[in-house]
């Protein structure tokens, strides 16, 4: 699989698309969604940062997140870094927000939970 990269800013207007800033941490020993912070959502994946695989490893992760399909899924900006850019299309903001949202609490609420 590809990951479609794109040098340009995502367009805006009429279509259906989310823009989502990730902090990736590669290597890690499961796959998951860490939660926020600093205004970015932290993401581990176990692939490795080498030829691409840690992208390859977030656009799969992200799409089986968000119920999408991998193709809907495209890394816009951070190709060699661990900040990455990352655009969802049929997938409103709103939409985004409201699933994050959920997750997030969850992840805070079983954390909290774990150290009590």
């Not at 279509?15 to 969604?33: H, M, N, W, Y």
């Not at 959502?41 to 799409?63: D, H």
């Not at 816009?76 to 997938?91: F, N």
């Amino acid at each position: 699989m590809k990951v479609r990269r794109e040098r340009e800013e995502p367009k805006t207007g009429e279509d259906r698309s989310a823009t989502l800033t990730i902090r990736v941490q590669a290597g890690a020993r499961k796959e998951q969604i860490l939660g926020w912070a600093d205004g970015v959502l932290r993401v581990a994946v176990q692939a490795p940062p080498v030829e691409g695989a840690a992208n390859r490893a977030v656009v799969r992760l992200l799409a089986n997140t968000f119920h999408t399909s991998p193709s809907r899924v495209r890394l816009v900006r951070g190709e060699k870094s661990k900040i990455k850019t990352i655009v969802l299309t049929d997938l409103t903001s709103e939409m985004l927000n409201k699933q994050l949202e959920g997750w997030t609490e969850n992840i805070n609420k079983t954390r909290t939970e774990s150290h009590v």
